[in-house]
């Protein structure tokens, strides 16, 4: 395999707070390769948008990157980058969709103003040159009468619009990866597909690599090659698209999938998994899943599961790997329980 | 909440006075401010005598309003209508001054307080409020009695330099706000340098507010001139301005009736414009308001 374009080695993120050191990031590696469209699922608070932001090295005091995560990007240390070097980095090389495009627009400026004011910061255009790309970048999106479009305000934009605009601007110097922090999420379903395949298409065209971090399976099973599932600060399964869905391995993987609605399911009702994700500052020690795990057993308290290697570049934080004979007798995981005596 | 997306600004300046102009209140107060600014600027072509010239002291000292004295003399037997004209432009002058470069210092100085947070947030703010705690006019008091009175320009420095305090510490708060929106992180995710998000996005969305306050510093300013001349520490006579005019005649209300109720008339029609544009300015910067007169119950619906 050639070089990725991007190697995330053992990221920590933490964040001091008063109560306590939120780990948000612990530990996290992975790679994207050049225009490869990689997704990160997890549920809220799992540690997903701290990772992107890791990237950008745009985590904000109490939080912190702490020395140790090694961070490569085209062959450069990010870690070792000044701020003005990795200024350049930023919505250059590396350029991010945010998940609402209502508040990710500024509401004073025209969104000729705010596509062009990325080409003035990074290739120095003049007003002109810069309003120029704007509208040729507008037109890029799919945006109808872009001359006029380019003098008017994000008020004036539908959602689905302004999201197009937020992509434009992440696409004016031509990235070489996009982060697209749950880029749908604020979206009208009719719309999400739409979104989705314009970005899709567009960084197709133009061989851009696809960080897509979304909490919503059905969009990685259409627009990833790759899957990282995160959990609790954690990768706990890597896999490529078509065996994660085929041969999931990790229960809260299992979970995530069960948990998808399905046209034509026979389940009345939607499954969840019980419990909620345990708090940053306080990850227990062993799994941390177990609590929500149907499989856990004693050693899942004890000992903390490393990634374990199922072949084929799928891996996997449970010990199942070790021991898959315990599959065959799942129990209601220990939330579950404690819920129905505490009700 | 409303969407972030509506808040008004400078960048919409046609919208932002067909709003302004829907309410006769506030085109009152427009033209009134216009009345009185156009008069200022061409007091000496409107006033019929100089100012400052004793016009005949043994026949025409304290003369009640008449034909070829409109608004009277003063007991110097100066023409009220020309000091009055003439003392707008000191007022006016006075209060724009003072209230521009108050709000220049206090903009920079809360956007910059509220951007870098920590350390140095934490010097100006105190700063700001060891500052707030002493009374303006005490201030002015001292330091204009220690001069013996003061020139225009020492005089609006002073203005501005007891006048910034309150507007950086609304313009920090709002720019607080401002740093943990989510397009302030996306400008810093797209590689703009911490300059030109302070410049770029973060000023221009405090505009809104430090105008609003603006307006209404400048009716304060006004006030703090006539009170100042009006204590006799303000500006030099023989020199005119609202303030030293009720001055002149302070020492017999009863008689000089005069001179008091026309320079008090200027002053409370110029304050009181300022303060209702400045509220009919804060309406109109802010979406969410409805017209004043809209039934609030039946306005949803249209």
């Known amino acids: 395999m050639t070089t990725p374009l991007l190697e995330l080695e053992n990221l920590h993120t933490f964040f001091y707070t008063d109560t306590g ?15 490869e469209t990689v997704g990160v699922v997890g549920e809220s608070g799992c540690g997903k948008s701290v990772t992107a932001l890791s990237i950008l090295r745009l985590v904000r005091p109490p939080g912190r990157i702490e020395p140790g995560s090694v ?3 085209e062959g450069k240390d990010l870690m070792a980058l000044d701020e003005s070097e990795m200024q350049h980095v930023r ?22 103003d705010q596509i062009g004011e990325v080409a003035r910061v990074h290739a120095g255009m003049n007003k002109r040159e810069a309003l120029a790309k704007a509208v040729e970048m507008l037109k890029l999106v799919g945006i109808p009468a872009p001359e006029q479009r380019a003098g008017e305000y994000p008020h004036q934009l539908s959602g689905g619009m302004r999201q197009r605009v937020v992509i434009a601007m992440a696409l004016v110097m031509n990235p070489a990866l996009v982060i697209a922090d749950e880029p749908t999420t604020a979206l009208d379903v009719t719309i999400q597909a739409q979104i989705l395949e314009l970005l899709g298409d567009l960084t197709r065209r133009l061989g851009t690599s696809v960080l897509l971090i979304t909490h919503d399976l059905g969009v990685v099973a259409e627009n990833c090659t790759r899957v990282i599932v ?39 009702r939607l499954a969840t ?9 306080n990850w227990p020690k062993g799994c941390r899943f177990r609590d929500r795990c149907p499989y856990s057993w004693e050693r899942c308290e004890a000992e903390h599961p490393p990634l374990y290697q199922i072949g084929g570049g799928h891996t996997s934080r449970c010990h199942l790997a070790e021991e898959p004979e315990r599959r065959q007798h799942p129990h209601p995981p220990l939330a579950a329980q404690r819920g129905a005596t505490a009700a | 909440m409303t969407a972030p997306g509506q808040i008004a600004s400078f960048t919409r300046p046609r919208r932002l006075l067909s709003r302004l102009l829907r309410d006769s209140r506030t085109r009152i107060a427009i033209v009134v401010l216009l009345i009185v600014a156009l008069s200022a600027v061409f007091a000496p072509l409107l006033a019929p005598y100089d100012p400052t010239a004793q016009l005949d002291i043994v026949r025409l000292p304290s003369q009640p309003p008449s034909l070829a004295h409109p608004l009277g003399t003063d007991p110097y037997s100066r023409d009220v209508l020309s000091r009055l004209l003439y003392g707008g432009r000191i007022s ?40 707030l705690s002493i009374p303006r006019l005490l201030v002015l008091i001292l330091v204009a009695s220690l001069w013996g009175s003061l020139g225009l320009v020492p005089l609006t420095l002073l203005m501005a330099g007891t006048g910034w305090f309150a507007v950086s510490r609304l313009v920090r708060a709002e720019t607080l706000v401002l740093r943990e929106r989510e397009f302030i992180v ?21 505009a809104a507010p430090a105008l609003v306050s603006a307006t209404l510093g400048i009716a304060n300013v006004i006030l703090l001139e006539a009170g100042l001349s009006y204590l006799g520490i303000g500006v030099r006579p023989p020199t005119a301005s609202w303030g030293a005019i009720i001055q002149d005649g302070a020492e017999q209300v009863s008689d000089l009736w005069w001179l008091t109720l026309f320079p008090g008339l200027a002053i409370l029609v110029t304050v009181f414009a300022c303060n209702a544009l400045g509220d009919a300015l804060r309406d109109a910067f802010d979406p969410r308001q409805l017209p004043r007169g809209t039934d609030p119950t039946f306005a949803a619906e249209a």
């Open chain 1, 21 to 35: 050191v939120a780990r948000a990031v612990d530990g996290v590696s992975f790679a994207v390769g050049v225009g």
């Open chain 1, 71 to 73: 961070m490569r990007f």
């Open chain 1, 91 to 112: 919505g250059n090389r590396i350029a991010m969709v945010f998940q609402e495009p209502m508040t990710a627009l500024n509401p004073v400026f025209t969104i000729g």
């Open chain 1, 230 to 268: 995160m959990y609790a600060g954690e990768v706990v399964e890597e896999a490529a698209t078509s065996e994660l869905f085929a041969h999931a391995h990790h229960p809260y993987t299992e979970g995530l999938l069960g948990a998808m609605p399905r046209v034509g399911g026979e389940k009345d």
């Open chain 1, 273 to 281: 998994i019980p419990g909620t994700v345990p708090p940053p500052t």
């Open chain 2, 92 to 131: 006016l002058a006075v209060g724009l001054g003072a209230v521009l470069l108050a709000m220049s210092f206090g903009i920079a100085i809360g956007a910059v307080a509220g951007f870098i947070g920590g350390a140095v947030d934490a010097v100006l703010m105190r700063f700001v409020d060891a500052a």
């Open chain 2, 186 to 206: 996306a400008a810093r995710a797209l590689g703009a340098s911490p300059f030109r998000i302070l410049v770029r996005h973060v000023l221009p969305n405090v």
